[in-house]
């Protein structure tokens, strides 16, 4: 069961596909019921993809349980359900909530294996009374679905089997209500739908996340943990990408160009399914989201390097026609490392875009041992400007930077050489500066020790940036799943830490007390002796110091969060010291009662101080070492570079932060974009988050993807975010503000899954998490990552909505551009002439040879509109697309069949002067087959 709630659109088509394609092809049968009963909570996108894969039905179970019991009072447990109101009503899924979870609608039925037959008869009232109680959640189904087993269980099918039959003997012989039989989900759905039908059942049209499963246990915090998890799982499936891309469109140049293909090219179809089908595990609802055992995660990492080895070394291949000059392709989200010395001989760097749109990019490239270097196109021979800096060390590397445009599924190459002495010079100087404010035409980002500062010159949108350090709790919530906790929702909590703060008013009124009650003539004279006489004839006194301080406490704790005082450790020694010196002031003036009671109180103060670094959610304040800043000045880009804590410092929270203005060139990205990466560590059981407070956008909306589209999410009052308010982020958060043509807009762009907490004018974007104990719900491992872990974001600012912008750059950043390095220019690359002139409003989604020789080929793709909610709708046909938008004059289209979005199920036939259309929220697929005329 993939997660919903932090797997990519590609993720979760790519791994519905294969599993589809294993049962055909090995059990000859095709699913029609999705049964997510696992993943934490449940996306709106999930019964879309449902629609797409012709499913009928789905089971569902892990709800916020306030929504559960909603739906079991009012008897909704078997609904339709769409996730938005805007998807089509064909997408309308029957659904079955479970009653409970899938361990427990009979909770003595978990275990049955182990029990005796005759043992497992007595289960018989327990199942009888649950039924009864089920049949009032699905009132009007007819039938009932009762789950047995467990996690780990059916290892033995005699011993699971022959206690049920016992069971369901007895069952039959002893009530007259229920009519007990074995049964598929196939057959139980089936029979609910004779005997229910669809317009008589109830609607439901949203997600259901985040997932709460009881009373302050919100399941938020796996949108962070463990990030490098989730950067694996999404860079090896931008590597597949661009691997079934660059694979289909050699092919199709090659057989254009009347080339035969080799062996490896005909066979990468091959590899790539394989490292598809082996790193779809990464998209498992305990790989991605971090919450499995540190061996599996470490397992995890393994799938990663070798299917990212194996597709780098095919892509190298797919593009080297001299087998002496195979060469490893770069696919790195924002870095390349050449790592080949420049000698006298030239480097050859073939950039190839994956994407059907032109792109412009600037590409940051180290290579060794450059000194005085040129950079050239290599079919023109101009001169390209580049920024270098020098990295230093004994290999003496450096780093270019350089803005390159790449034609659509095309390729430019370039050619790195030694710079003669009566070269003009192309290299940019720069400049290092303590100034830590840099601008260019459109933005001005300044760094102080809070963080950084943005402002769109254009508008009047400001953001400031600042980092903070949550601790975790380990009684009230699950280390690996909830976030952190929220005093203000948790009356336990903000007692434990009234208690402290409510410490000097016990001890005044302690004092006011005793003068009032006990005038100094009368004051009594008590010993140590008499302590059982105290807690025996004193316990009202004793009780109400202990509820006014408590009182007190409360009083005082809120008054302090009101004014933004943090929490420190310093404050709980004053505390112990005033009761070690009140102790003493009573016992010396012969109080003894007083001084007793404070002794007594004393073990209550030091527990809730052992109970309080574990519970509290502050202190609220960033990184706590001064910034190294300085500044990196361009043509091409500014660079900004701010440093706190120590990189190899286990004992404090680690961020360095990267913020890149760069202006993009041509008109393709009118707007400029500001791109942040943040590589960050956190000490043991804390949790960093990155707040951006926002000002210019008034009230705006927030909007985050589900994989496939923006959906908006509702904003929160409190001046803190509480755990349940963390919305996942798959690709993009965006705020919205204004009407009609002038909506200010800006937006966060993430290649891997984060969670976002929203207020009403900040955002809070989680970063890390590294918990060293037991969650308390079965995990028993420590939920750690090792890895320095880069994070990368673009920020982008608007005045109008123009959401193919927008949803473009989301498709550049998941799918950066693949660097070939060469010491001669590839052949291929120097013929290679695929690049579509024009490509209709429409991502491709994926465009993968299914089948190959030398004459003919089968193309499997996927289409979809840029922006899926755009009322536009999109028209085409195959046959001038592939003749006349890819140049391929040589090809025909040949047979084109309409598919389900597996590709498994023929829908309908097609010819290439069929017009196709495209519209909201749809994703087409097709098998091509294109050959020689």
Not at 206 to 227: A, H, N
Not at 257 to 274: M, N, P
Not at 890 to 903: A, C, E, F, P
Request: proline share 4%; hydrophobic share 35%; net charge negative.
């Amino acid at each position: 069961m993939h997660d919903e709630a932090l797997v990519s659109l590609k993720g979760q088509i790519d791994q519905m596909s294969s599993g589809i394609k294993w049962l055909e092809e090995n059990f000859g049968v095709r699913p029609n019921i999705g049964y997510q009963i696992d993943p934490f909570g449940h996306s709106s996108f999930t019964p879309l993809l449902y629609h797409h894969l012709d499913y009928k039905y789905a089971v569902v179970n892990r709800i916020d349980y306030r929504v559960k019991n909603a739906f079991a009072e009012e008897g909704k447990k078997l609904f339709l359900w769409k996730g938005q109101e805007s998807h089509p009503d064909e997408s309308y899924i029957t659904t079955h909530m479970l009653a409970h979870t899938y361990s427990n609608d009979a909770e003595h039925l978990k275990r049955i294996d182990s029990m005796s037959s005759h043992a497992a008869t007595t289960l018989a009232d327990s199942v009888i009374a649950e039924m009864e109680a089920q049949s009032l959640m699905y009132p009007d189904s007819g039938h009932l679905l009762l789950l047995w087993g467990d996690d780990f269980r059916f290892k033995n099918a005699p011993s699971a089997f022959n206690p049920m039959d016992a069971l369901l003997e007895r069952l039959k012989k002893t009530n007259t209500r229920f009519d007990f039989k074995y049964c598929t989900l196939s057959e139980y759905f089936e029979a609910v739908s004779e005997n229910l039908p669809k317009k008589e059942m109830a609607k439901y049209s949203d997600d259901f996340l985040p997932y709460i499963s009881e009373i302050f246990d919100f399941w938020t915090g796996f949108y962070s943990t463990r990030p490098a998890l989730k950067m694996f799982a999404r860079d090896v499936e931008s590597d597949i990408y661009s691997s079934e891309i660059s694979h289909a469109t050699l092919a199709l140049n090659l057989l254009n160009s009347g080339k035969s293909l080799d062996k490896h090219r005909k066979e990468a179809s091959k590899v790539i399914e394989q490292v598809k089908n082996e790193i779809s595990v990464l998209n498992h609802h305990d790989a991605i989201t971090g919450t499995c055992a540190a061996v599996a995660a470490k397992q995890y990492e393994k799938i990663y390097d070798d299917g990212k080895e194996e597709l780098s070394l095919l892509v190298g291949e797919l593009f080297s026609i001299n087998k002496e000059n195979v060469i490893k392709a770069k696919m790195d989200s924002h870095k390349y490392y050449l790592h080949k010395s420049l000698t006298q001989e030239p480097i050859y760097l073939t950039l190839f875009n994956p994407l059907a749109f032109e792109r412009v990019e600037s590409v940051n490239v180290e290579i060794l041992g450059a000194e005085n270097i040129r950079l050239q196109d290599s079919s023109s021979g101009k001169d390209i400007p580049f920024q270098k800096v020098s990295l230093g060390g004994e290999s003496s590397s450096s780093s270019i930077t350089f803005s390159v445009s790449v034609p659509a599924l095309g390729v430019t190459t370039l050619v790195v050489t030694r710079k003669e002495k009566d070269t003009e010079n192309t290299e940019v100087n720069i400049g290092v500066t303590a100034n830590p404010k840099i601008s260019n035409d459109r933005f001005e980002v300044v760094a102080n020790d809070n963080g950084v500062e943005i402002r769109d010159l254009e508008t009047d949108i400001s953001l400031s940036q600042t980092f903070r350090t949550y601790y975790t709790s380990k009684r009230f919530c699950s280390g690996a799943y909830s976030f952190r906790t929220y005093p203000r929702l948790e009356f336990w909590i903000s007692y434990g830490q009234g208690i402290g703060y409510g410490m000097p008013g016990l001890l005044f009124l302690w004092i006011v007390y005793t003068c009032v009650k006990f005038p100094k003539s009368k004051c009594p004279k008590i010993r140590f002796s008499s302590i059982p006489h105290i807690l025996k004839n004193h316990q009202k006194e004793i009780v109400t110091g202990i509820f006014l301080s408590m009182l007190l406490g409360v009083i005082a704790f809120g008054v302090l969060r009101f004014f933004n005082f943090e929490y420190t450790e310093e404050i709980w020694y004053g505390y112990y010291f005033g009761i070690a010196m009140a102790t003493c002031f009573f016992l010396t003036r012969k109080k003894f009662m007083f001084g007793v009671i404070l002794l007594l109180l004393f073990p209550t103060f030091f527990v809730s101080h052992l109970a309080l670094p574990d519970l509290h959610s502050y202190p609220l304040d960033h990184a706590n070492v001064v910034p190294t800043t300085f500044v990196i000045h361009g043509k091409l880009q500014d660079e900004l570079i701010q440093i706190w804590g120590d990189a190899d410092s286990t004992n404090s929270s680690y961020v360095e932060q990267h913020v890149i203005l760069k202006k993009t060139q041509n008109g393709e990205f009118p707007q400029d974009t500001i791109e942040m990466f943040e590589v960050v560590r956190t000490q043991p059981d804390t949790q960093l988050v990155s707040r951006f407070k926002y000002s210019g956008l008034g009230s705006p909306r927030l909007f985050t993807d589900n994989s496939f589209h923006l959906i908006e999410q509702y904003p929160y009052s409190f001046l803190e975010t509480p755990p349940g308010n963390y919305h996942p982020v798959i690709n993009q958060a965006v705020l919205k503000s204004g009407k009609g043509d002038h909506t200010k807009e800006v937006s966060w762009t993430t290649t891997q899954s984060l969670g976002v907490g929203n207020l009403p004018d900040s955002l809070e974007f989680m970063l890390a998490r590294d918990l060293r104990r037991d969650d308390g719900k079965g995990l028993r491992t420590l939920v750690a990552d090792q890895h320095l872990h880069t994070i990368p974001m673009t920020l982008s600012f608007d005045t109008s909505s123009d959401s193919t912008r927008r949803e473009k750059l989301k498709f550049r950043k998941n799918n950066p551009l693949v660097l070939l390095q060469s010491k001669n220019e590839i052949s291929a690359s120097s013929s290679f002439k695929f690049s579509p002139k024009k490509f209709p409003n429409i991502y491709l989604q994926t465009m993968n040879v299914e089948t190959i020789d030398n004459r003919s080929l089968t193309l499997l793709m996927r289409l979809h509109l840029m922006d899926p909610t755009s009322d536009q709708k999109e028209k085409f046909t195959f046959g001038p697309l592939f003749k006349d938008n890819f140049g391929l004059d040589r090809l025909q289209v040949t047979k084109i069949l309409q598919t389900d979005l597996s590709g498994q199920t023929q829908k309908a036939t097609l010819t290439e002067d069929t017009t196709v259309e495209i519209g909201p929220y749809q994703i087409l697929t097709f098998l091509i087959e294109l050959s020689h005329k």
